[in-house]
């Protein structure tokens, strides 16, 4: 099982990123899924969840209003829409299930002018 984060990169504050996630030996229609995110020195903390149910979101307080998770099961992704970017929300991003199953390798975000 494992997850492949992509789509990172270095963004100016104010711009946007997209990340996806895809489950390579699990399907991630069948799970609530989530997105972390780690900063240097801090401890790695939850940003967003979509659930099975009606695909109802949650979002981080330092978030909400700027990201939208969502998924496409055909595809078997699930995508992290990061708008507003502020130099604090870089991070390594990581998707996994929610409750967190299987850490893949991150993709670094870097929001810096």
């Known amino acids: 099982v494992q997850f492949v984060e992509s789509g990172g990169g270095l963004v100016q504050p104010g711009g946007s990123l997209r990340l996806s996630c895809t489950g390579s030996?699990?399907?991630?229609?069948?799970?609530?899924m989530s997105w972390y995110r780690q900063s240097s020195g801090k401890e790695r903390e939850l940003v967003a969840i979509?659930?099975?149910?009606?695909?109802?979101?949650e979002y981080a307080a330092s978030v909400k209003g700027r990201f939208t998770i969502s998924r496409d099961n055909a595809k078997n992704t699930v995508y992290l829409e990061m708008n507003s970017l502020k130099p604090e929300d870089t991070a390594v991003y990581y998707c996994?299930?929610?409750?967190?199953?299987?850490w893949g390798q991150g993709t670094q975000v870097t929001v810096s002018s």
């Open positions: 996994n299930a929610y409750p967190p199953r299987y």
């Open positions: 979509i659930r099975t149910v009606a695909a109802s979101t």
């Open positions: 030996g699990f399907t991630v229609s069948s799970y609530a």
